[in-house]
């Protein structure tokens, strides 16, 4: 049996984890949602400033494995909701950027665990969507409330009540991914981002996430006060004191 995650280290600051069952289009079962999970919790302690989530195979994710969870007990199917939500909002909390290659099909909880990352990029002419719809049910792991924040409250609606995805280019468009680039430069697009995330300080990027949405659902005077907190613990740091000294030397930072 083959793995169902990949870990990949393609250098020692970028973490990716790519998901492994091609041939039911990455759906999520409890074993893979597991592996995912404990792969996340693992990577505040190495020395990953970036984590890239991918996947093999024509399909990015396809949602929960819908076929594993016929056979499961009501309390058993909650449960597997639990863990994918779980596994969205751990996500979200890592204090490190967290970057997705959509190289395929993203639907439902697929594409909830996407809306978990900070940046979303995807390859041309494939298909998004919250498609809970189609099958009498409601995105369960984060949709309801990412999609709207990130999209607008209108063409969430119009997604979730449908359950009909939409085209990489109109993602772009609504900004519900960075950018929809050809499918062969996918991964070497999202690379080129985590080699510059992965040369700054983890710190003032952990810094900077949390004032970025923190400070989004409050009221202006409230953010520009996580804001202030924030900046003067960075301008006692180490990481600041280094990265003044590399501009007065003209030469790269190298923050601890």
């Not at 594993?68 to 309390?75: A, F, I, L, P």
């Not at 409601?138 to 999609?147: D, E, K, S, V, Y």
Request: proline share 4%.
């Amino acid at each position: 049996m083959i793995d169902q995650l990949i870990v990949e280290w393609p250098t020692k600051k970028v973490c990716v984890l790519r998901l492994n069952r091609p041939g039911v289009y990455n759906a999520l079962s409890r074993a893979l949602t597991d592996a995912l999970r404990e792969a996340v919790a693992g990577l505040t302690a190495t020395e990953a400033r970036v984590m890239i989530l991918a996947a093999n195979g024509p399909g990015f994710c396809a949602g929960a494995d819908l076929k594993e969870r016929k056979g499961m007990s009501d309390s058993e199917k909650y449960a597997h909701n639990r863990a994918i939500n779980a596994l969205a909002n751990e996500i979200a909390a890592l204090p490190i950027p967290t970057v997705v290659a959509i190289q395929g099909t993203a639907l439902g909880g697929g594409m909830e665990i996407s809306l978990a990352c900070d940046l979303r990029f995807a390859a041309a002419g494939i298909k998004i969507g919250l498609t809970e719809a189609r099958i009498g049910a409601i995105p369960g792991a984060g949709g309801t409330q990412r999609l709207p924040r990130l999209i607008g409250t209108a063409r969430a609606l119009e997604m979730m009540i449908t359950g009909e995805p939409i085209t990489s280019e109109r993602a772009a468009e609504w900004g519900l991914v960075n950018a929809a680039v050809a499918s062969a430069e996918l991964m070497d697009h999202v690379m080129t981002f985590a080699t510059v995330a992965a040369s700054r300080s983890r710190r003032s990027g952990a810094l900077l996430k949390d004032a970025v949405y923190r400070g989004v659902e409050r009221p202006l005077q409230d953010g520009l006060e996580i804001e202030r907190a924030a900046i003067a613990e960075i301008l006692a740091s180490d990481d600041y004191r280094e990265g003044l000294a590399a501009f007065a030397e003209r030469r790269q930072p190298v923050f601890s």
